[in-house]
């Protein structure tokens, strides 16, 4: 993660204050040590940059710093936004941050006053903590816990991360902890943090007159990028959209990438296709790393990624530093199911009278997923009330139903809640390995969604056209859902059929990854239940948990999956100091 960490004092800072503030992060690329006033800014200097303005000028500001990619979309061809153009978006007189497309914090500071900024969609946040004898912030939630110290789980805010696909709210989930929404801005003085934020909403009334490939272009040609592009490409119709364009391109020099065993339907299909249609692909699957490796590498890992996914998912992970030494600039196909009205298709389908209602008790029954049963019943009780009131919350503050549509609302639902919640905290970590980003995700192509008339996004037609047109070649390798394969002309509801029955006869791939990952875990996990920090942990039920460990530890593969995320769970826990309720 490309990072900053700040502090603004009400008195001079301390020696000793300064040095605990440099032992909670990296070496920086940026600092500045001042009476009462403590920055630092690092990571990547990709995703990193800062300056100074000029005395005298346009503003009393003294300086600024930008972590993420901002995406300037005011040329024919897109570029990365520069130094010397942050510091112009920063000034009065330009249409200034929320112009950009793209995934980034940005602060600017005066003495006694500093003023911080997130991305329209809300990819990446920073967190805030106010004290008695000053405000701090960062973009690592890990750092200001430590910081803060005795820091509590809040499992009312937890709830839905835990409970349902993703978080609901902008809340931070560890009590005392502030969190900056999409667009948000907050205003920091010594005394008092002061925020406010915009969730995303498109302009409903205007109707499309671009193509899909007239959006996506662009932001496949930047002028800037000072790399190739590796486009990592699955069995997915998203990846294979963004592959049909790049290949139209005759001239277009770029090469794809793809992680996983060799058997899984993603890789072996993608392999398919590069070796047939003469694509440069790099296939990732490198050993399992001896145990000590695996949970240094998680405790890093769960303490950015903050439980969106299991464990086990750290190892598709660790191959980007590669792409990004070979200085690729990485394209992912995430988040364009926003395109083919994928998301909370299940309220939709069993629940519109729930959907319709606004109420949270029969509404939540159709957000439910199931991770781990690893936390006691009273302290479920706290999770599934404070979803519930993020489902109020959240409701409210939609447009009507009536005025948009069903399938809108849901979309628009899935932008506001899934960005910021989930594929955010990936994009932030990637922010510290090199330069990615989603073309799906960015404010100018969701707009050219919601102009497209939902007839046209159902069933994934708008990708199938696209390839058809650009690489109808394409359009003869299978799809793949999960880890089934299915034929490339199916709709959303066949192919889930299909990929049902496939999965009942026994043909859907069973990737040995997650069994061993945790079987090289299996000492560490046998101490780790065991330990006074876990068996101390008031919201745990031990019980449950112990069964849950032993069972997987004498061979019953069916806890693979609730271990995997207890893990992911205890591994966070630890790295924002959680040891009490």
Known sequence: MSWIFEFIGNHDISPDSNTKFCALHPPPLHTIEQDTFYLAVGGLAQTCHHGVFDAGGESDFRGWAVVGLGIDTNSANHQFVSSEKWQKFFAPSHPGLTALDGHFVAIRWKPGLVQCYTDRLGLRTLFLLEMDNGCAFSTRLDWLAQFKRDCKIDFRAFGAHWLTFNQLSYECCVHGIGRLGPAGVAVCTPASIRTTHQPYLPDFSKTTHHSLEAILHPFLHFQNSGGEVSLGLSGGLDSRTLLALLAADRHRVFALHVFGHAGHPDVRIARQI?????????????????????????????????????????????????????????????????????????????????????????????????????????????????????????????????????????????????????????????????????????????????????????????????????????????????????????????????????????????????????????????????SAEVRTYPAYNHRALAEMVDGFLVGKTEYGQQVDWWLSFEAWRRSVQAQTM
């Open 274 to 530: 590069a070796t047939r249609e003469g694509f440069s692909l790099r296939h990732f699957d490198e050993p399992l790393p001896d145990a000590e490796t695996c949970w240094r590498w998680l405790q890093d890992y769960a303490a950015q990624a903050c439980v969106v996914e299991p464990a086990s998912a750290l190892l598709h992970t660790r191959y980007y530093p590669q792409l990004f030494a070979k200085n690729k600039i990485v394209i992912d196909g995430g988040f364009g199911e926003i395109a083919r009205r994928q998301f909370f298709n299940r309220i939709l389908r069993r629940g519109r009278r729930a959907l319709e209602s606004g109420a949270p008790a029969a509404i939540y029954p159709f957000l439910r997923v199931f991770r781990a049963a690893v936390f006691r019943h009273d302290v479920l009780q706290i999770m599934q009330a404070g979803t519930e009131q993020q489902i109020a919350s959240r409701w409210q503050a939609m447009p009507a139903i009536d005025e948009i549509g069903r399938e809108n609302f849901l979309d628009l639902l899935a932008i506001r809640t899934r960005l910021p919640n989930y594929y955010g905290f990936e994009q932030s970590r990637l922010d510290g390995e090199g330069a990615t980003f989603m073309p799906f995700a960015q404010p100018s192509f969701l707009q050219f969604v919601f102009d497209t008339p939902v007839h046209a996004r159902r069933n994934g037609r708008l990708f199938r056209r696209t390839i058809r047109q650009h690489c109808p070649s394409l359009a003869a390798y299978p799809l793949v859902k999960g880890a089934t394969s299915y034929p490339f002309f199916l709709g959303t509801v066949p192919a889930w059929l299909w990929t049902q029955c496939k999965a009942r006869l026994g043909r859907s791939f069973a990737d040995p990854v997650r069994a061993a990952f945790l079987g090289s875990l299996s000492e560490l996990l046998a101490d780790l239940v065991r």
